[in-house]
C-alpha cells in the first residue's frame, strides 16, 4: 500500500513562497498521474494542481494559476509544490495522492498564510 508523506508547510507572510514535499512509498507514484489537493477550514478538499508521468502539468484551481508549481521526480518517487505570491485564502492542509485519488490520503501539511 502506498503511503504518502507530505511536508515543507508552515507559517509565512502573505506574498511569501513555500515549497511542499511528497515522498510516496511503493511503485504506485512512478506509475501514475499525481495531484496536490488542499483543504481549508470548514471545506471540502480540493484539488489544486496534476502532473502527468512525462510532466504535463494542470491547474485545475484557476485562483492558483500563476502562482503555484507542480513538479515531480519519479526516480525519488517524490512530487513537489511551489507556492510563491502566497495569499491568506491559500490556508489549507495540503496532501498528495493520486489524480484522482486512488489511495489512502497522508497526514498532510498545514500552510497558514497571514496578512
Known amino acids: 500500500q502506498v503511503q504518502f508523506v507530505e511536508s515543507g508547510g508552515g507559517l509565512v507572510q502573505a506574498g511569501g513562497s513555500l515549497r511542499l514535499s511528497c515522498v510516496a512509498s511503493g511503485s504506485t507514484f512512478s506509475r501514475n498521474r499525481i495531484g496536490w489537493y488542499r483543504q481549508a477550514p470548514g471545506k471540502v478538499r480540493v484539488l489544486v494542481a496534476t502532473i502527468s508521468l512525462g510532466g504535463s502539468t494542470d491547474y485545475t484551481n484557476a485562483f492558483v494559476k500563476g502562482r503555484f508549481a507542480i513538479s515531480r521526480d519519479n526516480a525519488k518517487n517524490t512530487a513537489y509544490l511551489q507556492m510563491d505570491s502566497l495569499k491568506a485564502e491559500d490556508t489549507a492542509v495540503y496532501y498528495c495522492?493520486?489524480?484522482?485519488?486512488?489511495?489512502?490520503w497522508g497526514q498532510g501539511t498545514q500552510v497558514t498564510v497571514f496578512a
Open positions: 495522492n493520486t489524480a484522482p485519488p486512488l489511495l489512502a
